[in-house]
């Protein structure tokens, strides 16, 4: 295929493109193979790994194929984590872009930053919608998704630009027992620190899979499942040891993901503690 190219082909792979969410504002689906559609093969290609046509006027074979696989992949996928029905909520097409700051090619998505609300948000999914992350989980465990993995949310300092965020609701001690790691706002005095229920955890660890499993499909990888708390020293408690242990952790072993590394932080963040997890010895909270 080739510019200049017109027909139902180049209609069939413009209307791809448009579905897996490069858009054509000018001309659409117009038949014409032209710049406006060269140039969003070319933005696939990049994202998705794979080496552009040495002559910029045509569409390899390959290409083509890539569009396609790419696309039947997305289709037959489930949307959302395995869950219940009526557990996951798409509100991507409400959610404020208030805390959004572009897009990124999938094979720049690498990892996933987990997060702890500090505040309770209930169960009414629409409530979720002006939270500045991707995903959110409540704590009886529906799975809200507010933003495009392929959009940089600011939610997690450092790790804005690499990371999907997951918010997971509640108000939870830095060190689970402590109550001198909890933060109160100055008008809750007498606020209390939460357990994480069953279903936040199960949800939440059915989420960081299904994440995996969507950055992979577009060409991307996971490879870290960090806290928020390692990139930010204004939130050591985020998301607490709890979650931590209940969520990260056995996804780190599972899914072999990982955390960075002993005294892995970014900017001005805090290392993962031994009273996060013992095997690192000596790291104070």
Known sequence: MKRGDQGVDVREVQQA?????????RWGAD???????????AHF?????????EDADVVSDVALALVQNVLAATKAAPLGPKLESGRFHDLRSMASQNTVGGRRPWNQITGVTLHQTACVLGERPQRWATVGAHLGVTRAGQVIWMHDFEKIVWHGNGFNGHTIGIEMEGTYAGVEGDD????????????????????????????????????????????????????????????GSALWQQVAMPLHKELSLSDGGPGYTVGNGYPIPEKWDPSRAGVKY
């Open 180 to 239: 001198r790691t909890f933060w109160r706002p100055k008008d809750e005095p007498n606020r209390k620190p939460q357990t994480p229920t069953i279903e936040l955890v199960e949800a939440a660890r059915a989420t960081v899979r299904w994440v995996c499993q969507e950055v992979a499909r577009h060409g991307g990888r996971i490879k870290q499942l960090v806290a928020h708390r390692q990139a930010s020293n204004q939130r050591d408690s985020d998301p």
């Open 45 to 53: 290609l990049r994202d998705h790994g794979a080496e552009a046509d």
């Open 17 to 25: 493109l448009m579905e897996l969410g490069y858009d054509l504002p």
């Open 31 to 41: 038949g014409d193979l032209g710049s406006e559609t060269l140039g969003a093969i």
